[in-house]
Nanobody, 121 residues
Framework: QVQLIESGGGLVQAGGSLRLSCAAS????????MGWFRQAPGKEREFVAT????????AYADSVKGRFTISRDNAKNTVYLQMNSLKPEDTAVYYC??????????????WGQGTQVTVSS
């Protein structure tokens, strides 16, 4: 079992930055690839970024490529999402997930409760 707790969300103006954190419980964190997904009101949950167990490989949705960076610190059981040049369309609840190195939500076994990110224009 892995419990995931996100933090770092909030309200920011367009063009600003936020860094999300996702802390994982348990000693199995390093056995999981990690991902970030988001869900805007009235929309389906969508893939944002993923990172392998070692952190050696990452992948991003086209909509965030070049603006967002996923990273992890296995010593701290934490995965991060650095979000720069934020746009109003980035407004959503952001979820971290533990599972496979994938852009599909079905490949993830554990999910956090989500943190709200709101970008004002």
């Amino acid at each position: 079992q892995v419990q995931l707790i996100e933090s770092g969300g909030g309200l920011v103006q367009a063009g600003g930055s936020l860094r999300l954190s996702c802390a994982a419980s348990g000693r199995t964190f390093i056995t999981y690839s990690m991902g970030w997904f988001r869900q805007a009101p009235g929309k389906e949950r969508e893939f944002v970024a993923t990172i392998t167990r070692s952190g050696g490989m990452t992948a991003y949705a086209d909509s965030v490529k070049g603006r967002f960076t996923i990273s992890r610190d296995n010593a701290k059981n934490t995965v991060y999402l650095q979000m720069n040049s934020l746009k109003p369309e980035d407004t959503a609840v952001y979820y971290c997930a533990a599972g496979g190195y994938s852009s599909y939500s079905r490949d993830y076994d554990y999910w956090g409760q989500g943190t709200q990110v709101t970008v004002s224009s």
